[in-house]
């Protein structure tokens, strides 16, 4: 079993997966990320690159993307691997970086939001939905409430289906056939015009996560084009 991945969330599972008896053949990391002892690591800027080594190591066929940045491609994707990816947002309605996702989820009026496991294809979060872990948005909910309460879902997909994910035992869940939106940094610079939105506050609320997200915050406080005009 493979682990593509940083921060918490990685590390909650690969320590899930070797407490349940399954063998981390490796974890593949950023160099600047910070690793537990006991666990096989390479640390590379680029995961396609390391292809070869992976089909090399793993012993299952199994290969989880979890928390990770780097857009998995060919031919990583091409080998007859089993990628999965736990995302944190509803798919397809939500695809992208979660924490942008989330910001126009809370701008949108959304009353409740999910975290999704589904396989890697060649596509962006477009791959087949497997699994769906849904909570509510409480109107009082600020960013930092959502994105934690998401991380708790993905935790609970991968445990929930990570002898599944061995064995090959799923059945594809019926989602939505839109095709959603993608969130991408390219959607930061709509959000100056947000700002008289009744939920901006709500959205802005990074919390704890504001040094986590630093080009989201900067664009939280970007003024409005109007307010630019005139000041």
């Not at 490796?26 to 002892?37: A, G, K, Q």
Request: proline fraction near 7%.
């Amino acid at each position: 079993m493979i682990f593509i991945g940083g921060g918490s969330l990685l590390w909650r599972a690969v320590r899930s997966a070797a407490n349940s008896g399954h063998c981390v053949d490796l974890v593949c990391v950023r160099p600047e990320e910070t690793c537990p002892d006991g666990f096989p690591i390479v640390e590379v800027d680029d995961v396609n690159s390391v292809a070869a080594m992976i089909e090399a190591t793993c012993t299952d066929g199994v290969v989880w993307s979890i928390n990770n940045p780097t857009i998995l491609r060919a031919p990583l994707l091409d080998l007859g691997l089993r990628i999965y990816n736990i995302h944190n947002g509803p798919l397809p309605a939500y695809r992208g970086l979660p924490e942008i996702a989330i910001t126009f989820a809370i701008l949108n009026g959304e009353t409740h939001y999910a975290a999704t496991l589904h396989k890697v294809d060649h596509g962006i979060d477009t791959g087949a939905v497997l699994d769906i872990e849904e909570f509510p948005i409480a109107p009082q909910d600020r960013f930092q409430e959502v994105m934690l309460t998401g991380l708790r879902a993905c935790h609970t997909l991968f445990e929930r289906n990570l002898d599944r994910a061995v064995s090959a035992a799923f059945t594809p869940v019926d989602s939505p056939s839109s095709d959603g939106a993608y969130y991408g940094r390219a959607r930061l610079r709509e959000l100056c015009d947000r700002r008289g939105d009744p939920d901006f506050a709500r959205a802005g609320g990074l919390g704890v996560f504001t040094p986590l997200y630093p080009e989201l915050a900067a664009a939280l406080e970007q003024p409005a084009m109007t307010e630019s005009v005139h000041s």
